[in-house]
């Protein structure tokens, strides 16, 4: 089995930063690719961004691109979201999702971590 434990959510102004972290545990061999995810308020979840296992290859929503990088340290097992010109429409739970599919894999999940971005 594989855990995911997301962190770094919080509350930031239109404009600001935050960084997600997601740790992950278990049998982490299988985890070719990461990905992040985010769900609105009444809205449908949606991917965000991927990265291969290499950290090579990434891959974007049009709606982050330019504003987000994914990375991953694979001797830590964990893989970041750095989230930079945040906007309200930014607002979100965000998951990490990881798995074997490129660029979208849902094998496994985290519990979420909150993200407000206040006008």
């Known amino acids: 089995q594989v855990q995911l434990v997301e962190s770094g959510g919080g509350l930031v102004q239109a404009g600001g930063s935050l960084r997600l972290s997601c740790a992950a545990s278990?049998?982490?061999?299988?985890?070719?690719?990461m990905d992040w995810f985010r769900q609105a308020p009444g809205k449908e979840r949606e991917f965000v961004a991927a990265i291969t296992r290499n950290g090579f290859n990434t891959y974007y929503a049009d709606s982050v691109k330019g504003r987000f990088t994914i990375t991953r340290d694979n001797a830590k097992k964990m893989v970041y979201l750095q989230m930079n010109s945040l906007k309200p429409e930014d607002t979100a739970v965000y998951y990490c999702?990881?798995?074997?599919?490129?660029?979208?894999?849902?094998?496994?999940w985290g519990q979420g971590t909150q993200v407000t971005v206040s006008s």
């Open positions: 278990g049998r982490t061999a299988s985890l070719d690719v």
């Open positions: 999702a990881a798995g074997s599919h490129w660029p979208t894999s849902s094998d496994y």
